[in-house]
């Protein structure tokens, strides 16, 4: 099944397990609710997403099965804890539907009663934007309180998972506290 709207060049297909796939200009979107917003999607950046999310499940495993328990169970716990929000709030931030502002019912009477309204009118994703609202051209789409476009999480942060994104930047300062401090715990044990 294939549709291609006026606005945004779009693309869906059902797969043979009945999920739903929807690309919505350069974001690839999946489960939808009741309304066709999608909940979550990924952007065009994916293989960043990828990458680094690898090298986190990497260095978590290391340090919570090799590293930390040398130190001690209290380490371990606290690698699980740090680790687990790291990767946790990093995924959240990179699949959550970040506020995709666009016309999903397909209503092509879109009434501009002003000259305000047809100056924040967006061509591409047809809607009338709002003051917080920028069209993103990485993604393709117009974002709802637009944050800025983050390659690292592979598309933009906005409205819905900036909080996410936030938890992620915290998650990043606590692994690097805890990885400086259990080397050093351990270099210490080592020379004991
Ligand atoms: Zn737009
Ligand atoms: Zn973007």
């Known amino acids: ?3 291609v709207s006026e606005g945004l060049p779009k693309y869906s297909r059902i797969s043979k397990l009945g999920i739903k796939y929807e690309k919505i ?40 099965f090799v590293i930390c328990p040398t130190v001690g169970d209290l380490d371990t716990f606290c690698g699980v804890i740090i680790f687990g929000f790291l990767i946790g709030s990093y995924t959240l931030a990179a699949l959550v539907n970040p506020g995709i502002c666009y016309n999903f019912s397909g209503d092509q009477e879109m009434e501009i009663s002003n000259s305000l309204a047809a100056e924040r009118y967006c061509e591409r994703c047809e809607i009338v934007k709002n003051a917080r ?12 309180e637009y944050d800025h476009h983050c390659p690292w999480t592979s598309k933009c942060i906005g409205k819905n998972n900036l909080i996410f994104f936030y938890g992620f930047l915290i998650g990043l300062l606590c692994t690097f506290i805890f990885v400086i401090v259990t080397m050093s715990l351990k270099t210490r044990f080592e020379h004991k």
């Open 25 to 64: 200009a350069n974001l690839h979107c999946f489960l939808f609710d009741k309304n066709g917003v999608p909940r979550y999607c990924i952007g065009p950046h994916w293989p960043f997403f990828v990458g680094l999310n690898s090298f986190f499940v990497i260095l978590a495993l290391l340090f919570i």
């Open 133 to 144: 609202t920028t069209h993103c051209d990485e993604c393709g789409v117009c974002i709802d």
């Open 1 to 3: 099944m294939e549709s």
